[in-house]
Each structure stands twice: as structure tokens, then as C-alpha cells.
């Protein structure tokens, strides 16, 4: 990733040095049909293969990766019409906390149910043909796919999050293959690789009409499932359905087996996002991501971690609204009544976030992997300024994450025990922070 990386033609220098996310857009759009994608067992992510008989070196998978550092500025002035003016949040119109109006999709979503609301409404009232989005079949409940739904019922399939690779763009191929009006739904790093192709795909920018970013810290490598379901003994091959943020919010990980039992572990729970899916299982290109916010979507979502709201159990959004298209759809939801939405500051937006936090964290990982391996030699977008000078915690932190992804990267016995001896060192912490507060 980024400009310290030679470009030699092929996505292949990004693959090898570990900057590839998976996204699949190199796959769907190489003219040459060269590339195909495969799950790498080691790094626990999708990769593409290359079939060098078929590829002659135009380069234009490399264009369009998100495994180079995208140029914001000049990729926000072909999206919005202008260069980024605020480059810890991106372009902004306007923000707001809502949900969706219809209980079901508010409840069963992941947070306040706005991406299933606004697609079903933008379908059914012709605003698109189509949306890319990502849902997991009875087949393969462990590997979600990207499709495009046209209809309610494909988008209430494909509800919640995923805390697993996924290759969004894949389904790019489908969209260049039928003429139409789309909604593309993706990480920030999925929207990089989207808005790169669209820079010098015309039908692509033509046909895709509005893209909904999700706001993203990391998404864990395939072996962090693995890890979990391990740890609580669950069957792999009995599941028939797994939901990563299931009954309400925040809630948790809901799994339904072969014979209809369930397992439920709660969000919270130090094996899940309470501490080990914090920590572990990152893919390389994440640790030096600095797009949480996702600058390049028309509407960003994201749950609204702020006390005020902690209460709320039905699940509420936050969302910032970065294009004047974006801003058309969600006033026509509103006045509709199929979403409730206040608004809200881009300040508290950021504080939900912890994006000062964030950002010197990046630039502390970023530090630590040049200095260990010479990787990088720039930090692209992240503005100078004296708050986002990492502490020496942040460089603690940057250097025990990196440390440890280096080194666990599979499901070994020594893996699990360095993991299990961190979980207890944590909850021993939470539990001396707890009646130190209770005194
Ligand atoms: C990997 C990951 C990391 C995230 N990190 C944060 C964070 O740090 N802070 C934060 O506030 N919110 C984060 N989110 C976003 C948050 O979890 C919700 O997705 C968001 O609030 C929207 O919820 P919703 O209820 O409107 O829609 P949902 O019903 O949750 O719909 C989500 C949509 O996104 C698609 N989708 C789900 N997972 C993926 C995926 N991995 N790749 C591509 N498409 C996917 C689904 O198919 C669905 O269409 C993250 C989400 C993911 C997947
Ligand atoms: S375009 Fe996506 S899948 Fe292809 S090499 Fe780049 S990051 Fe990997
Ligand atoms: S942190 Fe960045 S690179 Fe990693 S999945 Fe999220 S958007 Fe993609």
C-alpha cells in the first residue's frame, strides 16, 4: 500500500507485501478475464490469482486497486465536484442519528436498519434497478458473497454486518454486464477500488448511481470466526446461519445450527469485539487504513457509540450525507416516513468514532511498519497537526498490534494460548477498573 511500494505493472507486488484487502474489483474488471479469486489460508483473506498466460501487463489492475493509496483530493473533485476540505472527516453536507421506521429491519439490522430501509425504498420507488450487497447462503454460511438484489426480500437476506473478508466488487462484473441504475454497498476500502474504476470506466460512473460507505475499523481475517467457534466449541460443519449482530443492539454473535439450536455470544463478550476481535486476526492492509470514515461514499453509516445514546436498544445509525444525490434520496425517505432522522454535529459524528484516536493510531502503525521494514514512505492524506502526534501509548499499541498479528496469524495451540492469556490480563483490568470505581 501507499506510494513506498514499486508498481511493476500487475497487482502482484501488492499481493505478495500483504496490501491486498480482497476486495475483488481487479477481478471484475481486468480485460483479459486474467484474475480469479481464492481464500488464502494462511492470511485468513481472499486474494486474486493470476494467470499469467492470459495477462498482458496493461496494468490496469493496479489502477484500480485500493492496495495503493487512493488520491483523495483528486477522486473527491470527480465524486463531489471538489477536493476533500476537511481531511479528518471528507466532504459533508449534513449529518443525522436515526433508524428505519419498519421495527423488523431497525431490530434485525445492525444498528438503526437506514442501508436496508434506503435501498428498499429506492428500489421500490424506481430510484435504481438494482444494489450490490453482501449476504451468506445455506450452502456457505461462513464465506458471505456480493450479489445484486433487486427486490425486498434479496436485500432483507443480505441485512447486517459481516466481520469477515468479503469481495464486494466482484459483483462489478454484473453490473457492466446489465445496463441499469445501482446502489453499491462496501467498505471504505471496496469504495476506493469502485471510485478508482470509475475514474476511467464511464459506464461504471453512469451506472452506479449512489454509494453507501460503512464506517470501518478493521474487518478480522476468516480466522478470527474460527478462533471464536473453536473457543465456545461449536461445530463448524453443523451451522446452518450466522449472524454477527444479531437481537437489537448492540447485541451479538446469534448462530443457528443444523438441528435448530442456537449459540449466542454477546458483542461485548472479551472472546468477541470486547477484546479479541479488537486485537487480533487484523489483515496487513487494515493496520495502515486511514479511511474509517470513507470519504468516497455518498452516505456513510455507522452505529452511534455515544453515551446518550448507549440506552437505545432497538439499534440507531449515525450517517453523514457527502453528495447533493445522497441528500435528494434521504429527503425523500424522510418525507416518506420511512426513516426518522435527527440531525446531528459532524463533531459528535467524529467523537463516536474516536477518530483523533484513529488517526494517531494509523500514524503510529504506519511509523512503526517503515521502521521495522522500510513498507511505507508516506502518510498520504493524514493532515500534520500537533493532536495527531501518536503518544508513546499509541506506539505501544501500534507495535504490540503489529507484533502480535505478525506472529498469530493462524489458529495454532500457541496462538490460542497467547490469546487466552491476554483475555485474562484484560479481564482481570476490567475487573480492578470496576470496583476501583464502585469505591
Ligand atoms: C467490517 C465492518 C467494520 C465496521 N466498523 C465499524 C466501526 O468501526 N464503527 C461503526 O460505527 N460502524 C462500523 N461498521 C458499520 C456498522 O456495523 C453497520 O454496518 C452500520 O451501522 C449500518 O447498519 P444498518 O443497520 O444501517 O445496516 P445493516 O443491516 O447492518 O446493513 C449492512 C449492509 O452492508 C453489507 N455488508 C455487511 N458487511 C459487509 C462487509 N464486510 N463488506 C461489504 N458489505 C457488507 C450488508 O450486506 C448490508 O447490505 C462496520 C461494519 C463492518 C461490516
Ligand atoms: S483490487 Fe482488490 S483484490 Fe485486487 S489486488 Fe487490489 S486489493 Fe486485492
Ligand atoms: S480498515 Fe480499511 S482496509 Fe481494512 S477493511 Fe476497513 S476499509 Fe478496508
Known amino acids: 500500500m501507499v506510494e513506498g511500494i514499486k508498481e511493476e505493472g500487475t497487482i502482484q507486488n501488492i499481493v505478495e507485501q500483504g496490501f491486498c484487502i480482497g476486495c475483488g474489483t481487479c477481478v471484475a474488471l481486468c480485460p483479459k478475464d486474467a484474475l480469479s479469486i481464492v481464500e488464502c489460508k494462511n492470511t485468513g483473506t481472499y486474494i486474486p490469482r493470476l494467470e499469467y498466460s492470459k495477462c498482458n501487463k496493461c496494468g490496469f489492475c493496479l489502477r484500480i486497486c485500493p492496495g495503493t493509496e487512493p488520491n483523495f483530493d483528486e477522486l473527491n473533485l470527480i465524486a463531489f465536484g471538489q477536493k476533500t476540505r476537511n481531511h479528518l472527516v471528507g ?80 459483483a462489478i462484473k454484473d ?23 470509475q475514474a476511467i470506466n464511464n459506464e461504471l460512473k453512469k451506472r452506479i448511481q449512489l454509494i453507501f460507505g460503512l464506517v470501518c475499523n478493521h474487518t478480522p481475517t476468516f480466522h478470527a470466526t474460527n478462533f471464536l467457534l473453536k473457543k465456545f466449541k461449536i461445530p463448524i460443519e453443523s451451522i446452518a446461519k450466522i449472524d ?13 445450527m443444523d438441528d435448530y439450536s442456537e449459540h449466542f455470544i454477546p458483542f461485548s463478550s472479551s472472546y468477541y469485539w470486547g477484546y479479541v476481535f479488537q486485537n ?36 440507531l445509525s449515525l450517517i453523514v450525507i457527502r453528495s447533493k444525490k445522497g441528500e435528494e434520496l434521504i429527503q425523500k425517505a424522510i418525507k416518506k416516513g420511512v426513516v426518522k432522522l435527527q440531525p446531528i454535529s459532524v463533531s459528535d459524528v467524529m467523537q463516536s468514532q474516536h477518530i483523533l484516536m484513529t ?40 507495535y504490540h498490534l503489529i507484533f502480535v498479528n505478525k506472529f498469530c496469524r493462524n489458529n495454532s495451540m500457541l496462538m490460542q494460548l497467547i ?21
Open 91 to 170: 466532504n459533508y453536507i449534513k449529518s443525522y442519528s436515526g433508524y428505519s421506521t419498519d421495527q423488523n429491519l431497525r431490530y434485525n439490522s445492525t444498528s438503526g436498519g437506514l442501508i436496508p430501509a434506503l435501498s428498499i425504498f429506492a428500489l421500490e420507488n424506481g430510484i435504481v434497478d438494482g444494489v450490490l450487497t453482501t449476504r451468506a447462503t445455506d450452502k456457505k454460511p461462513l464465506r458471505p458473497n456480493p450479489f445484486i438484489a433487486r427486490t425486498k426480500e434479496e436485500i432483507i437476506s443480505a441485512l447486517g454486518s459481516r466481520y469477515c473478508p468479503v469481495s464486494a466488487n466482484f
Open 359 to 398: 488517526v494517531r493510531r494509523v500514524v503510529a502503525r504506519r511509523f512503526a511498519l517503515n521502521y521495522s521494514s522500510k513498507e511505507f514512505s508516506s502518510t498520504g492524506i493524514l493532515p500534520q497537526r500537533p493532536e495527531l502526534t501518536p503518544s508513546f501509548l499509541d506506539l505501544l499499541d501500534a
Open 175 to 197: 453490473i457492466l454486464k446489465n445496463e441499469g441504475r445501482y446502489i453499491l454497498i462496501g467498505l471504505p476500502c471496496h469504495i476506493q477500488g469502485e471510485r478508482k474504476a
Open 280 to 315: 487480533f486476526f487484523w489483515p496487513k492492509r487494515c493496520l495502515v487504513c486511514n479511511d474509517k470514515l470513507c470519504q468516497l461514499a455518498d452516505i456513510i453509516f455507522m452505529d452511534a457509540w455515544l453515551p446518550k445514546f448507549s440506552s437505545d436498544k432497538s439499534g
Open 244 to 256: 454477527y449482530r444479531s437481537r437489537g443492539w448492540p447485541g451479538g454473535l446469534r448462530i443457528l
Open 419 to 439: 490469546i487466552d492469556f491476554h483475555v485474562k490480563l484484560w479481564d482481570f483490568a476490567r475487573s480492578v477498573k470496576k470496583k476501583a470505581t464502585k469505591v
